[in-house]
């Protein structure tokens, strides 16, 4: 089975702009993963942020974007606000099988 | 709006069964495949099992392969987990969600439920 990978934890300072990266241990992330970024803050239920890449839904604020990235998968929250502080997950899928990365626990400080 | 709400959490003991259910809404069920995904305690999100929107195609994590059965009726917009032979790693919160297109289930999710607490003890 395949491992997504996520940076452990990041930093950044209200105001500021921080990338979080998903990768996989079979090679480079394409659009054929169909990467999926979901927030969750605690004792809640996950929250999908970007679909497909790059698509975000209704409730994703603006201030989060998704791409790829030197071969991984991308979000990228430009002006963090102190609610931004959360875990936040990449998905990956493999022809009918779905791996989650391990999460990055985002601090806003 | 769209709505899904798991139920059928509990404690069991190691060795026995339990089957979890997801009432959906809001939304056309039986157009859509389902997914179910778990987090233990303190970790993070775990794939577990998905259907296909028409019941034709169900696909399994290795960890729960011959144990769980993912099952869908859609007449009463509902979604199922058959637990079986539960062990302690079994432990977790279980959500279901709903596949954020009609008929495609290569893609993720959209959608979440609130959750429903496993908890496997003697």
């Known amino acids: 089975q395949a491992v997504v990978t996520q940076e452990p934890s990041l930093t950044v300072p209200p105001g500021g702009t921080v990338t979080l990266t998903c990768g996989s241990s079979?090679?480079?992330?394409?659009?054929?993963?169909?990467p999926y970024w979901f927030q969750q803050k605690p004792g809640q239920a996950p929250r999908t942020l970007i679909s497909?890449?790059?698509n975000k839904h209704s409730w994703t604020p603006a201030r989060f974007s998704g791409s790829l990235l030197g071969g991984k998968a991308a979000l990228t929250l430009s002006g963090a606000q102190l609610e931004d502080e959360a875990e936040y997950y990449c998905l990956l899928s493999y022809s009918a099988a779905w791996v989650f990365g391990g999460g990055t626990k985002l601090t806003v400080l | 709006q769209v709505q899904l709400v798991e139920s059928g959490g509990g404690v069991v003991q190691p060795g026995r069964s339990l089957r979890l259910s997801c009432a959906a809404s809001g939304f056309t069920f039986s157009h859509y495949s389902l997914y179910w995904v778990r987090q233990a305690p303190g970790k993070g999100l775990d794939w577990v099992t998905l259907i296909s929107y028409d019941g034709s195609n169900k696909y399994y994590a290795d960890s729960v392969k011959g144990r769980f059965t993912i099952s869908r009726d859609n007449s009463k917009n509902t979604l199922y987990l058959q637990m079986n032979s539960l062990s302690a790693e079994d432990t977790a919160v279980y959500y279901c969600?709903?596949?954020?297109?009609?008929?495609?289930?290569?893609?993720?999710?959209?959608?979440w439920g609130q959750g429903t607490t496993v908890t496997v003890s003697s």
């Open positions: 079979t090679g480079a992330v394409t659009s054929g993963h169909y």
């Open positions: 497909d890449t790059s």
């Open positions: 969600a709903r596949s954020s297109f009609e008929y495609y289930y290569y893609h993720g999710m959209d959608v």
